[in-house]
């Protein structure tokens, strides 16, 4: 079994869809037996989805709209839990 640590070294790759069928499920393993390795992909998963979101042509992004946004998410996810 994957070490928590080899996850997270994992994570971006994983969510991108860029690691091997092999190693996706025995990511996929290691996540259904540890909550804190799910709650560090679901918190890397939403940092992506904001930063996505952000536009590309802005000069000076809001770095403070940025970190807020990404707060209230964290905040309702871990409300769902």
Same mark, same amino acid.
């Given at each position: 079994m994957?070490?928590?640590? !080899?996850?997270? %070294?994992?994570a /971006?790759?994983?969510? $991108? =869809?860029d +690691? /091997? %069928?092999?190693?996706?499920? *025995? #990511?996929r @393993? =290691?996540?259904? @037996?540890?909550?804190n390795?799910?709650?560090? #992909?679901? =918190?890397l !998963? #939403?940092?992506?989805t +904001?930063?996505?979101? #952000?536009?590309? $042509? &802005? !000069? %000076?992004? $809001? /770095? &403070?709209?940025?970190?807020? &946004?990404l707060? !209230?998410?964290? *905040?309702? &996810?871990?409300?769902? $839990?």
């Amino acid at each position: 079994m994957l070490s928590c640590k !080899q996850v997270a %070294t994992l994570a /971006s790759q994983y969510l $991108d =869809h860029d +690691v /091997s %069928t092999p190693l996706k499920w *025995r #990511i996929r @393993m =290691h996540l259904m @037996m540890c909550a804190n390795c799910r709650r560090f #992909i679901r =918190h890397l !998963q #939403i940092t992506q989805t +904001v930063t996505k979101n #952000i536009k590309v $042509d &802005e !000069q %000076t992004p $809001d /770095s &403070e709209k940025i970190w807020q &946004e990404l707060q !209230q998410k964290i *905040r309702q &996810e871990s409300k769902q $839990d």
